[in-house]
Protein backbone atom coordinates (compact mmCIF):
# COMPACT_ATOMS: atom_id res chain seq x y z
CA UNK A 1 0.00 0.00 0.00
CA UNK A 2 1.12 3.30 -0.97
CA UNK A 3 -0.42 6.67 0.60
CA UNK A 4 0.19 9.83 -0.94
CA UNK A 5 -0.17 13.31 0.90
CA UNK A 6 -0.27 16.39 -1.15
CA UNK A 7 0.41 19.80 -0.09
CA UNK A 8 0.93 23.45 -1.57
CA UNK A 9 -2.40 24.51 -3.19
CA UNK A 10 -2.97 28.28 -3.08
CA UNK A 11 -4.43 30.74 -4.43
CA UNK A 12 -2.88 33.16 -6.70
CA UNK A 13 -3.52 35.40 -9.32
CA UNK A 14 -2.54 34.86 -13.18
CA UNK A 15 1.09 34.89 -14.18
CA UNK A 16 1.90 34.00 -10.31
CA UNK A 17 3.52 30.69 -9.57
CA UNK A 18 2.96 28.03 -7.38
CA UNK A 19 4.66 24.68 -6.28
CA UNK A 20 3.02 21.61 -5.52
CA UNK A 21 4.94 18.34 -3.67
CA UNK A 22 3.47 14.92 -2.74
CA UNK A 23 5.24 12.91 -0.58
CA UNK A 24 4.61 8.85 -0.90
CA UNK A 25 4.31 6.85 2.24
CA UNK A 26 3.86 3.43 3.33
CA UNK A 27 5.69 1.03 0.44
CA UNK A 28 6.86 4.27 -1.11
CA UNK A 29 9.87 2.27 -2.70
CA UNK A 30 6.94 0.44 -5.25
CA UNK A 31 6.05 3.74 -6.55
CA UNK A 32 8.25 3.54 -9.85
CA UNK A 33 6.32 6.39 -11.54
CA UNK A 34 4.81 9.74 -10.20
CA UNK A 35 2.46 12.01 -11.43
CA UNK A 36 -0.31 14.79 -11.30
CA UNK A 37 -3.90 14.76 -12.95
CA UNK A 38 -6.50 17.85 -12.10
CA UNK A 39 -10.17 18.32 -12.52
CA UNK A 40 -11.60 20.96 -12.42
CA UNK A 41 -15.97 21.06 -12.02
CA UNK A 42 -17.59 19.35 -14.73
CA UNK A 43 -14.62 18.35 -16.70
CA UNK A 44 -12.63 15.13 -16.44
CA UNK A 45 -9.58 14.10 -14.60
CA UNK A 46 -6.56 14.95 -16.81
CA UNK A 47 -2.77 14.06 -17.18
CA UNK A 48 -0.67 16.90 -15.90
CA UNK A 49 2.41 15.59 -15.73
CA UNK A 50 4.62 12.31 -14.33
CA UNK A 51 7.95 11.77 -13.65
CA UNK A 52 10.09 8.15 -13.06
CA UNK A 53 11.82 6.66 -10.30
CA UNK A 54 15.19 8.52 -11.68
CA UNK A 55 13.59 11.51 -12.58
CA UNK A 56 14.94 11.01 -15.99
CA UNK A 57 11.52 10.42 -17.67
CA UNK A 58 9.04 13.14 -17.38
CA UNK A 59 6.12 13.47 -19.69
CA UNK A 60 3.83 16.69 -19.47
CA UNK A 61 0.07 17.74 -21.34
CA UNK A 62 0.54 19.85 -24.19
CA UNK A 63 -1.40 22.62 -22.23
CA UNK A 64 1.14 22.95 -19.41
CA UNK A 65 4.62 22.43 -21.51
CA UNK A 66 7.21 25.08 -20.55
CA UNK A 67 5.31 26.10 -17.73
CA UNK A 68 5.15 23.52 -15.57
CA UNK A 69 8.17 21.30 -14.02
CA UNK A 70 7.95 18.17 -12.32
CA UNK A 71 10.31 17.00 -10.17
CA UNK A 72 11.67 13.86 -7.67
CA UNK A 73 13.66 13.42 -4.50
CA UNK A 74 14.13 9.37 -4.58
CA UNK A 75 15.78 9.83 -0.86
CA UNK A 76 12.20 11.42 0.59
CA UNK A 77 10.02 9.65 -2.16
CA UNK A 78 8.61 13.62 -2.75
CA UNK A 79 7.53 14.63 -6.08
CA UNK A 80 7.42 18.60 -7.02
CA UNK A 81 5.57 19.89 -9.18
CA UNK A 82 6.79 23.94 -9.98
CA UNK A 83 3.96 25.94 -11.73
CA UNK A 84 4.90 28.95 -13.90
CA UNK A 85 2.41 31.50 -15.18
CA UNK A 86 -0.50 30.34 -14.13
CA UNK A 87 -3.25 31.03 -15.75
CA UNK A 88 -7.14 30.71 -14.71
CA UNK A 89 -7.58 28.01 -16.93
CA UNK A 90 -5.42 25.74 -14.90
CA UNK A 91 -7.75 26.16 -11.49
CA UNK A 92 -8.86 22.70 -10.31
CA UNK A 93 -8.25 20.17 -7.98
CA UNK A 94 -4.93 18.63 -8.41
CA UNK A 95 -3.80 14.83 -7.50
CA UNK A 96 -0.63 12.78 -7.13
CA UNK A 97 -0.81 9.30 -8.26
CA UNK A 98 1.30 6.58 -8.41
CA UNK A 99 2.10 3.46 -10.41
CA UNK A 100 3.85 0.59 -9.45
CA UNK A 101 4.31 -0.72 -12.93
CA UNK A 102 7.99 0.29 -13.98
CA UNK A 103 6.40 0.26 -17.76
CA UNK A 104 6.37 3.85 -18.80
CA UNK A 105 2.43 4.47 -19.49
CA UNK A 106 1.67 7.74 -17.68
CA UNK A 107 -1.28 9.80 -19.49
CA UNK A 108 -4.13 7.25 -18.06
CA UNK A 109 -6.06 7.24 -15.00
CA UNK A 110 -6.15 3.43 -14.86
CA UNK A 111 -2.12 3.76 -15.54
CA UNK A 112 -1.99 4.29 -11.74
CA UNK A 113 -2.69 2.49 -8.70
CA UNK A 114 -2.78 5.01 -5.81
CA UNK A 115 -3.86 8.47 -5.60
CA UNK A 116 -3.93 11.27 -2.86
CA UNK A 117 -6.66 13.05 -1.36
CA UNK A 118 -6.01 16.32 -3.80
CA UNK A 119 -5.18 20.13 -3.43
CA UNK A 120 -7.53 23.22 -5.09
CA UNK A 121 -5.25 25.40 -6.82
CA UNK A 122 -7.19 28.52 -7.86
CA UNK A 123 -5.73 31.23 -9.89
CA UNK A 124 -8.06 34.42 -10.57
CA UNK A 125 -7.73 36.57 -13.39
Known amino acids: QVHLAESGGGLVQAGDSLRLSCTASGHANSANIMGWFRQSPGKEREHVAA????????SYADSVKGRFTISRDSASATIHLEMNNLKPEDTAVYYCAARTDPAWRTESIQDYDYWGQGTQVTVSS
Open 51 to 58: VSWSGYLQ
